[in-house]
């Protein structure tokens, strides 16, 4: 990667010219720059499937900053559903992932049965990486249309602050990628930047906080909540509940509770900080 301060590149009408090149680099932009911006960094990188990629920073001088709304939102991320929302709004994965997962496979299994260091193997590897940059375009397209309406329609953002990479190296293949398909990492990543452009707040709660067991009606909190029961009867007050529905009001309620009192989320019932756990910043 080739990390270069300005210093190494020119821009000029609006191109791109590495030092000591007369031609502009010919660049396929994602966005137009804002009128009258000069980037102070460029970034060079290639990625494994053989595609350049140029980013730039820039200080926007537009003010993006939406009008403010009422409405606040708890998120629940899921594996069934990608996520879903304390308005009810359920948000699916992609269906269409599977059969890219396909060809992966079977690339992936061509790729190992060449012989080390041959000229078919280098084929083989470009071909895998070009379908895992493919499945990665299309996964960060996909959230970024969701994280945009997200923050158009709300003014406060309640997620739950989970560490993504833990969870996929500590479970069986499958399941892993269930979790890394719904782009958890991404999507909080983009609704955090995003609530920053856009005027929005978005509040991280503790992963550790009981959303799935707790009922949203009353408070009770079940033993124990696995992954297979979809609906459930609280005991105590008798309502019914979707499971990552009542996940959401509970993550809602959480995250406002952190807004105006500045507490850290630590219910009854819920475990004890492991050590070396981020606790949850005040907000102040
Ligand atoms: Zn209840």
């Not at 609006?14 to 007369?22: F, M, P, V, W």
């Not at 920073?57 to 003010?63: L, Y």
């Not at 009867?233 to 406002?256: E, F, M, T, V, Y």
Request: hydrophobic residues 35%; contains cysteine; aromatic residues 6%.
């Amino acid at each position: 990667m080739l990390n270069s301060r300005a210093s190494a590149f020119k821009f000029k009408e609006g191109q791109i010219y590495l030092a000591k090149s007369k031609e502009p680099l010919p660049i396929r932009w994602s966005r137009q720059l804002p009128t009258g911006c000069t980037p102070s960094t460029i970034m060079v990188k290639l990625d494994p499937s053989g595609r350049w990629f140029v980013s730039l920073k820039i200080n926007d001088p537009i003010d993006h900053k939406l009008k403010p709304l009422d409405k606040k939102v708890g998120i629940d991320l899921g594996i069934s559903s990608l996520f879903t929302t304390s308005d009810g709004v359920k948000v699916s994965n992609p269906r269409h992932f599977n059969k890219v997962y396909k060809k992966l496979r079977l690339a992936q299994k061509s790729l190992s049965r060449k012989t080390k260091g041959s000229k078919n193997t280098e084929k083989a590897r470009v071909k895998v990486a070009k379908i895992q940059a493919k499945i990665a375009d299309c996964r960060r397209d996909h959230t970024h249309k969701l994280t945009t309406q997200l923050i158009r329609e709300n003014q406060t953002i309640v997620v739950e602050d989970l560490a993504v990479k833990n969870m996929v190296k500590n479970h069986p293949y499958g399941l892993a990628r269930a979790i890394s398909d719904t782009n958890w990492g991404e999507l909080v990543q983009q609704l955090t930047y995003k609530a920053e452009w856009y005027g929005r707040e978005l509040i991280k709660i503790d992963r550790w906080f009981p959303s799935s067991k707790r009922c949203s009606n009353c408070g009770y909190i079940a033993d124990k909540m696995p992954l297979n029961i979809r609906e459930w009867d609280c005991p105590k007050c008798n309502s019914h509940h979707d499971r990552d529905l009542n996940a959401s009001i509970n993550i809602l309620a959480a995250g406002l509770a952190v807004s105006v009192c500045g507490a850290t989320v630590r219910p009854e019932g819920s475990k004890s900080l492991k050590a070396g756990a981020k606790k949850q910043k005040p907000k102040s």
